[in-house]
Nanobody, 115 residues
Framework: QVQLVESGGDLVQAGGSLRLSCAAS????????MGWYRQAPGKQRELVAT???????NYADSVKGRFTISRDISKDTVYLQMNSLKPEDTAVYYC?????????WGQGTRVTVSS
């Protein structure tokens, strides 16, 4: 079955950087659209960034210019490089995959940005 395992969440000061990783298994990684979503306390889950099988990327306006999504086909892994972090980036970050018209989610990794 498809599994997504996130890592890299941490406590960081405002202005700092983190890189999240998501290791995928149980799918043909190069055929999947991969994405990162986040859910802050008391808020709905929202899109952060996606990368398609054709390597097109899309970002939420709130993270454009600060976050970068990338994928390593050889490692079946998608990354989210987060720079210039702000307290409002505090959330649980979820990895997602759309594969063969089905959506899959990881368990999430927590990012806390202190001011």
């Amino acid at each position: 079955q498809v599994q997504l395992v996130e890592s890299g969440g941490d406590l960081v000061q405002a202005g700092g950087s983190l890189r999240l990783s998501c290791a995928a298994s149980g799918l043909i990684f190069r055929l999947a659209t991969m994405g990162w979503y986040r859910q802050a306390p008391g808020k709905q889950r929202e899109l952060v960034a996606t990368v398609t099988r054709g390597d097109s990327t899309n970002y939420a306006d709130s993270v454009k210019g600060r976050f970068t999504i990338s994928r390593d086909i050889s490692k079946d892994t998608v990354y989210l490089q987060m720079n210039s972090l702000k307290p409002e980036d505090t959330a649980v970050y979820y990895c997602a995959a759309r594969y063969l018209n089905r959506d899959y989610w990881g368990q999430g990794t927590r990012v806390t940005v202190s001011s």
